[in-house]
């Protein structure tokens, strides 16, 4: 119960939170290009309707059900019975909901339109089907899933785990997207692609990130070593535990955890 209600407290109702989707932006492109994104957010925002209710058509296991699956916590107690709990939830999860919504869905499109360009020579059907599972993964990789399919064993084990795996939903995300950048390098080495992938999956949204929630460099500090310092610690965010050590690394001392903050100010 304390763990739910904090993450209802501290992701639902910070305007921060919002704001840092944002800075998550750039990830996209790892999956898409700069035009058919934006050709893809053009014909989205004319008709955002029909469009949704289409795109939730075409992916009835990602996309319909997006808005409630951003993260573990709050997607149990929607799911749960109703009381002021649920509406606190709902409410909450409206800004969360409608930002992804808007970076999410145009995202879906445009990797799928591209995948259907790429899969041509095949049959409808089959084009259909690898399109569909190319813009489902780039989703998930690309902003973050807490749906049950896409949470690994450590987030839904036991209640210990899911405590030190508390707003680890769209880290995870990442953790697979810097997973999957390190495969591919395994195996054609390009160095060039491996610089690109990491700087937009870490370098960047880090920088954005520190910079949008007030914690950007100091007057005397060297902005360059600050964003290296920044890019380092956000790889260790997608570690469970290691990601606590790195935020105590960050605040000189100080552990940026929800519950370890509420356990330490009822000490003091």
Known sequence: ALRTNLTLA???YKISTSLLQWTHAPRMLLSTNPGSYAQAMVDFLAHPSDMTEQIKGLSPNEMAGR???LDRDIRAVLKGDPGIQR???RVGNVSIKYTDHILS???WLSVYRDALKEHAGLDEDRAQ???THAADSAVRLGLGSGAP??????MRNNDVAKILTMFYSFHNGIYGQVRDIGHQFGQNRNVGKLTYGLALSTLVPAVLGGLVSGNGPKDDENKGLWAAKRALLFGADTIPVLRDAASAIDSDGDVKNPLIN???KGTK
Do not use: E, H, R
């Not at 399919?149 to 450590?154: F, G, T």
């Open 67 to 69: 808005g409630d699956n």
């Open 262 to 264: 509420v356990l330490s």
């Open 105 to 107: 869905f145009p995202l």
């Open 149 to 154: 399919k896409d949470l690994p064993p450590i």
């Open 87 to 89: 509406s606190v939830a």
């Open 10 to 12: 501290t992701l639902s």
């Open 129 to 131: 089907y690898l399109a």
